[in-house]
């Protein structure tokens, strides 16, 4: 929208308080309290549960005399039964608040928990899409306080307001939308995320660089966030190669921390088609969310050309990569092979005879709505042929 002298007219969000640096992660108490919190559920997912970084998250909650109360039943994608098990625990116990501990999916699941555990019986997850204000259909005193602590570096929803979550009955995801999903606090400790397996650094950086990419690119109008788009791709692309040779570089970790916080504040000014095809290819067969954005980054790219080339070009320009467009793809490329990300949707195992539907499901994602090309039904079922 815009008023009558042509100037663009928008609603800009910018994050909450970040501690960030490493060994903050001794502060995570201090921060719970300060909150209000007195007996907090830590969300996190299966993996993680029992290593040490959780045990020693636990150990500070624990020492301050807030339990050691955690609940761990998170899919790689979760749903509204991983959300009502979560819930059920958070009211037997008798929890105040939700401590979001993890990647993307623990992260969003803690954040469903802390909204719906306080809600009326009749209102659904669903009902709170992230459409227009249904948000207010929500009741905001009852949605509990939020910390945020990341061990990942890619899907940066720890500054974010909304969650990510699959129905398990359409296989669609759905972003669930309020603004205090906001979480009041957010510690982003690099040590964190130094025990990640490879494909999890590779894949949660190349999410982290899509976000960049996708609000660089949308054509909303939103110059805040296009700086720091720009600026987030330069941190991916200078850290993400080191942080996946030597795991262990805390530098290279904490610049990556701050690219995935970077492109979630970015992506207010929007997303397209890479989410918009990840979305239903994640929810269907279970992909690694990050890792199928950067399987059809390139496809996209090409897909966009008539819209953005000379925008890459000038990106292209700032992050010292030669040859403008193609240099820029090229690049992209590279960072794919060195990552070992796979080359299409047919190695992910994604089934040709799928097509069709998976091209509904990525026209009905909000996140097409912000493509630079107009997403139509004969052009999005070229775009997931030329992935394959």
């Known amino acids: 929208m815009s008023d009558n002298h042509g100037v663009p007219s928008r609603n800009w969000t910018y994050p909450t308080a970040i501690k960030f640096g490493v060994g903050r992660i001794a502060e995570l108490a201090e921060h719970a309290q300060a909150a209000g919190l007195k007996k907090p559920l830590l969300v996190t997912d299966k993996a993680l549960a029992s290593l040490p970084i959780t045990s020693t998250a636990l150990d500070v909650l624990e020492a301050a005399g807030l339990g050691r109360a955690v609940f761990s039943e998170v899919d790689p994608n979760p749903n509204e039964a991983n959300?009502?098990?979560?819930?059920?625990?958070?009211?037997?116990?008798?929890?105040?608040?939700?401590?979001?501990?993890?990647?993307?999916?623990?992260?969003?699941?803690?954040?469903?928990?802390?909204?719906?555990?306080?809600?009326?019986?009749?209102?659904?997850v669903w009902d709170l899409e992230d459409v227009d204000d249904w948000f207010t259909r929500a009741d905001a005193d009852a949605i509990a306080p939020i910390i945020a602590v990341p061990t990942t570096a890619g899907t940066g929803s720890e500054v974010g307001?909304?969650?990510?979550?699959?129905?398990?009955?359409?296989?669609?995801?759905?972003?669930?939308?309020?603004?205090?999903?906001?979480?009041?606090?957010?510690?982003?400790?690099?040590?964190?995320?130094?025990?990640?397996?490879?494909?999890?650094?590779?894949?949660?950086g190349?999410?982290?660089?899509?976000?960049?990419?996708?609000?660089?690119?949308?054509?909303?109008?939103?110059?805040?966030?296009?700086?720091?788009?720009?600026?987030g791709m330069r941190l991916v692309f200078e850290n993400l190669p080191v942080v996946y040779r030597e795991p262990d570089n805390l530098m290279a970790r904490g610049h990556m921390m701050s690219a995935a916080a970077m492109g979630a504040v970015?992506?207010?000014?929007?997303?397209?088609?890479?989410?918009?095809?990840?979305?239903?290819?994640?929810?269907v067969y279970g992909t690694h969310h990050g890792t199928t954005n950067a399987v059809v980054m390139p496809m996209v790219l090409d897909f966009n050309r008539p819209?953005?080339?000379?925008?890459?070009?000038?990106?292209?320009?700032?992050?010292?990569?030669?040859?403008?467009?193609?240099?820029?793809?090229?690049?992209?490329?590279?960072?794919?092979?060195?990552?070992?990300?796979?080359?299409?949707?047919?190695?992910?195992?994604?089934?040709?005879?799928?097509?069709?539907?998976?091209?509904?499901?990525?026209?009905?994602?909000?996140s097409c709505g912000g493509n630079p090309v107009t997403m139509t039904?004969?052009?999005?079922?070229a775009l997931f042929d030329a992935c394959m």
């Open 206 to 231: 190349m999410d982290a660089l899509a976000h960049c990419l996708e609000a660089y690119s949308s054509p909303i109008y939103h110059p805040m966030s296009q700086g720091i788009a720009l600026e």
């Open 161 to 204: 307001r909304a969650g990510v979550l699959t129905n398990s009955d359409t296989h669609k995801k759905k972003i669930i939308f309020h603004p205090k999903l906001m979480p009041v606090v957010t510690i982003c400790d690099p040590a964190l995320t130094v025990g990640m397996p490879k494909f999890i650094t590779a894949g949660t």
């Open 307 to 366: 819209a953005i080339e000379d925008r890459i070009a000038a990106a292209a320009a700032y992050l010292g990569i030669a040859g403008g467009f193609d240099g820029f793809r090229a690049r992209i490329m590279d960072l794919r092979a060195e990552l070992s990300i796979p080359s299409n949707l047919t190695a992910m195992g994604v089934d040709p005879a799928r097509l069709d539907e998976l091209t509904e499901m990525a026209l009905e994602d909000p």
């Open 377 to 381: 039904r004969e052009n999005t079922r």
């Open 266 to 283: 970015a992506f207010q000014k929007g997303l397209g088609a890479i989410h918009s095809l990840s979305h239903p290819v994640g929810a």
């Open 83 to 124: 959300m009502a098990a979560g819930i059920a625990v958070y009211r037997a116990g008798g929890h105040d608040g939700v401590i979001c501990f993890g990647g993307g999916s623990a992260l969003d699941l803690g954040k469903m928990i802390a909204l719906m555990a306080g809600q009326r019986a009749d209102l659904s």
